[in-house]
Nanobody, 123 residues
Framework: QVQLVESGGGLVQAGGSLRLSCAAS????????MGWFRQAPGKEREFVAAIRWNTGRTNYADSVKGRFTISRDNAKKMVYLQMNSLKPEDPGVYSC????????????????WGQGTQVTVSS
C-alpha cells in the first residue's frame, strides 16, 4: 500500500511561484512513476508532470513546459513540483499520483492518489 500526502498549495498572484510537495510512504517505489495532475472546476483531471522514481526521467504537459519543474528526493520519499510564472489557467486541485503507467500522461496506471492541494491564481 502507498500513501500520498500533498502540501504547498495556496493563493498566488499571476506570475508568481509555488512549490508543491508530495510525501510518499508505504511500499518501495523503485519502478514507479510519480505524477502530478490537476483538476479545475468543471473540467477533467489533466496531466501536469511525471518523474520516474529510479531514473529521474521527466515528462511534462506542453502547457507547463519551461515553467514547472518536477523533482524527487529518493531518500526522503518526496516529490516536488516547482511552479513558476503561474498563469490564470493554472488553478485547480493538484494531486500527486503513483503507479506504473504505460503512458505517463494518462491517469490509467496510477494506482495511488493523494487528496490534493488547492492552487489559486489571482490576476
Amino acid at each position: 500500500q502507498v500513501q500520498l500526502v500533498e502540501s504547498g498549495g495556496g493563493l498566488v498572484q499571476a506570475g508568481g511561484s509555488l512549490r508543491l510537495s508530495c510525501a510518499a510512504s508505504g511500499r518501495t517505489f523503485n519502478n514507479y512513476a510519480m505524477g502530478w495532475f490537476r483538476q479545475a472546476p468543471g473540467k477533467e483531471r489533466e496531466f501536469v508532470a511525471a518523474i520516474r522514481w529510479n531514473t529521474g526521467r521527466t515528462n511534462y504537459a506542453d502547457s507547463v513546459k519551461g515553467r514547472f519543474t518536477i523533482s524527487r528526493d529518493n531518500a526522503k520519499k518526496m516529490v516536488y513540483l516547482q511552479m513558476n510564472s503561474l498563469k490564470p489557467e493554472d488553478p485547480g486541485v493538484y494531486s500527486c499520483a503513483a503507479g506504473t503507467p504505460v503512458y505517463e500522461q494518462s491517469r490509467r496506471g496510477y494506482a495511488y492518489w493523494g487528496q490534493g492541494t488547492q492552487v489559486t491564481v489571482s490576476s
